[in-house]
């Protein structure tokens, strides 16, 4: 399974983006497929995940209300919409899959196999 992430870029404050997450090699359903952020010097942190089926979404307190996961079957892609970004939203995102995940681990990383190399997305005030 491979994953490729897009979208990222430059935008001011209380601007969009739409990140998207191509998974290839496998069947997008049977993953539940997550998005991770990383700011520099940070840890990477849990941001978003769409559980394989596409029904049950979560979404970290900080995001909640501003950014929208979603995915369509037919393109093999998962979306995050981020609206009303803000500074502190700046970092690498990365989206990661697996078909196994369980919902208690579904936040950790480490739960998670496949792997997207991240797009960066700078928002500036």
């Known amino acids: 399974v491979q994953l490729q992430a897009c979208g990222g870029g430059l935008v001011q404050a209380r601007c969009s983006l739409r990140l998207s997450c191509e998974v290839s090699g496998g069947t997008l359903t049977s993953y539940t497929i997550t998005w991770f952020r990383q700011a520099l010097g940070e840890e990477r942190e849990f941001i978003s995940s769409?559980?394989?089926?596409?029904?049950?979404?979560v979404y970290a307190d900080s995001v909640k209300g501003r950014f929208t996961i979603s995915r369509d079957n037919a393109k093999n892609t998962v979306f995050l919409q981020m609206n009303s970004l803000k500074p502190e939203d700046t970092g690498v995102y990365y989206c990661?899959?697996?078909?196994?995940?369980?919902?208690?681990?579904?936040?950790?990383?480490?739960?998670?196999?496949?792997w997207g190399q991240g797009t960066l997305v700078t928002v500036s005030s």
């Open positions: 769409l559980w394989r089926g596409g029904i049950s979404t």
């Open positions: 990661a899959a697996s078909a196994r995940v369980i919902v208690s681990t579904r936040r950790s990383q480490s739960a998670y196999h496949y």
